[in-house]
């Protein structure tokens, strides 16, 4: 018995004495009210001797009925022997209780003990929103559509896309090469009618009415023709440069020769057979070249082969 006695005086004497010297902390929230979810803090102050280590409440404290959101600790403030430790603690509540309080205990490190020392209870009262509720709740009906502005669906653009591309590379991998002949099949094409067209109406001109004017535009019309479809500057070139270009064919020489003459020797060509017929030879010249380009474009793959179909001196009637 005298053993039992002896170990709750030397247990609890020393707690109740450290109790006594303990000052209890000061806690208060920082506003009176507080509604659902919207965050408050609650101030934490205690002030102890400063040979007394305290620890206050940390993140893994339990709030309730608060839950913590954020902790902010201040240094410890020591003047004349009082030291004051103090944090801020944002909390918010989700419980409808209409009075909520808090008390935050501070601890007391004595050697290998803890001592608990609780705090100053603190309270709130929770703003009700909803101050008046029909028992039973009237439900109200409403079975009109709402217009819902349409949104732009664009992952399945983007899919599209994707999908549209490989489609389109795999079919210009397959078939490109058939694609481009084919384009510049029509481009030759194009161009040799509205060539063919245009130059009909000069040399229509010219054999009705004699005038030198007509057979010049005829001839350039003719140079700039064969500029863009042999991919030469033919334009520029002389008489004797175009005819040596073409390998010195005697049938383009003479026309090309006969038109020169007729265009700057101020001849009168009214009555020469010779220089129509030279028109019809130049034009016929051209739709030799159009059909020996539009050959090569065919063939593109076996230029070689094919090459005796381009050679400039050959004029087919």
Not at 149 to 173: D, H, K, M, Q, Y
Request: glycine share 4%.
């Amino acid at each position: 018995m005298h053993r039992l006695l002896l170990f709750i005086v030397i247990t609890l004497v020393p707690l109740l004495v450290c109790g006594q010297q303990v000052t209890r902390p000061i806690g208060s929230f920082s506003s009176d009210s507080v509604k659902i979810g919207v965050p408050i803090t609650y101030t934490l102050v205690h002030r102890h001797a400063d040979t007394l280590e305290i620890i206050l409440p940390g993140s893994n404290y339990n709030f309730a009925p608060f839950e913590l959101v954020r902790n902010d600790f201040y240094p410890t403030n020591t003047r004349n022997g009082i030291s004051t430790d103090s944090a801020v603690y944002t909390l918010r509540t989700f419980d409808t209780a209409p009075r909520q309080a808090l008390s935050l205990p501070v601890f007391v490190l004595q050697g290998k003990d803890t001592i608990r020392v609780e705090g100053d209870s603190s309270q709130v009262i929770l703003q009700q929103l909803v101050n008046k509720i029909d028992t039973p709740l009237r439900l109200k009906s409403q079975t009109e559509l709402m217009p819902v502005a349409e949104r732009f669906n664009w992952p399945v653009l983007l899919l599209w896309v994707v999908v549209g591309t490989l489609v389109s590379g795999l079919i210009w991998l397959l078939f490109g090469q058939t694609i481009k002949t084919k384009y510049k099949l029509y481009r030759l094409r194009k161009d040799h009618l509205y060539f063919t067209s245009r130059y009909n109406a000069h040399v229509d001109r010219f054999v009705k009415t004699g005038v030198s004017q007509s057979m010049e535009k005829a001839v350039s019309l003719w140079k700039n023709y064969l500029t863009k479809l042999e991919r030469s500057a033919i334009n520029s070139f002389t008489t004797k440069e175009i005819v040596e270009y073409y390998d010195n064919n005697e049938e383009v020489n003479n026309a090309l020769r006969l038109c020169d003459k007729a265009i700057y020797g101020n001849v009168n060509t009214e009555a020469e057979a010779d220089t129509k017929d030279a028109l019809q030879l130049l034009r016929r010249f051209a739709k030799t070249r159009y059909k020996a380009q539009r050959e090569i474009t065919k063939n593109a793959k076996n230029n070689r082969r094919h090459a005796g179909l381009a050679e400039p001196g050959v004029v087919q009637s």
